[in-house]
């Protein structure tokens, strides 16, 4: 089945530890993006990627990195600079031409809790 | 900067009633406008997307319209069934600062609870 695989489902981290949670995608997708939403909230755009090798930061990518190494990965580390990090991830991904047209595929989400 | 806002927040009927959802953005100049589902701890599914040349799209019981002008969509969702209860989100596409790439903004969503 073809699709976005996000993993944990859950992930627990320690003050001053950085945890990096997957996405990975069958799609054949060029563009990959993760968001962050918090309780009774929309989606905030942390990083996205239009190509391997290439990322830009979204509107809240302080505490956050990424990279892109292989076309269908792209996994998020959260680092211990992100002060806040208790929240729902969902990774999602797209495919190229008109812009328009094509729809965001969305990963069950991970969801971050600070212990 | 486009902000995208939902209302109601909530929204609770009984079980075949006809409903409509609000969706409001500030910037028309959006490539398209997407309706989501999002069922408790889970990831998004696609509804319906409506381009921006467009102004409704239909799948099913779900008919979205736009109205690029006045910055609103809405969804209808006719004769309402339990399964349908989950939280909807809308989002605007917009050109991202003169790049190729479109920049979805979310509003934050209608829970909705259809009660048998």
């Known amino acids: 089945d073809g699709g976005i695989t996000q993993s944990p489902k859950y992930l627990f981290r320690k003050e001053g530890q950085n945890v990096t949670l997957s996405c990975e995608q069958n799609l054949n997708h060029d563009a990959m993006y993760w968001y962050r939403q918090d309780p009774g909230q929309g989606l905030r755009l942390i990083y996205y990627s239009q190509i391997v090798n290439d990322f830009q930061k979204g509107d809240i990518a302080e505490g956050y990195s990424v990279s892109r190494e292989k076309k269908e990965s792209f996994p998020l580390t959260v680092t211990s600079a992100q002060k806040n990090p208790t929240a729902f991830y969902l990774c999602?991904?797209?495919?190229?031409?008109?812009?328009?047209?094509?729809?965001?595929?969305f990963g069950a989400g991970t969801r971050l809790s600070v212990l | 900067k486009q902000e995208v806002t939902q209302i109601p927040a909530a929204l609770s009927v009984p079980e075949g009633e006809n409903l409509v959802l609000n969706c409001s953005f500030t910037d028309s100049a959006i490539y398209n406008l997407q309706w989501f589902r999002q069922d408790p701890g889970k990831g998004l599914t696609s509804l319906l997307l409506?381009?921006?040349?467009?102004r409704e799209q239909t799948s099913g019981r779900l008919n979205a319209s736009l109205d690029k002008s006045s910055g609103r969509s809405t969804l209808y969702i006719a004769a309402s069934q339990p399964g349908d209860s989950a939280t909807y989100l809308c989002?605007?596409?917009?050109?991202?600062?003169?790049?190729?790439?479109?920049?979805?903004?979310f509003g934050q969503g209608t829970i909705l609870t259809v009660h048998p």
């Open positions: 409506i381009q921006s040349s467009q």
């Open positions: 989002a605007a596409l917009a050109n991202a600062g003169g790049t190729s790439y479109g920049k979805l903004t």
């Open positions: 999602a991904s797209r495919s190229g031409g008109a812009i328009a047209k094509n729809i965001q595929y």
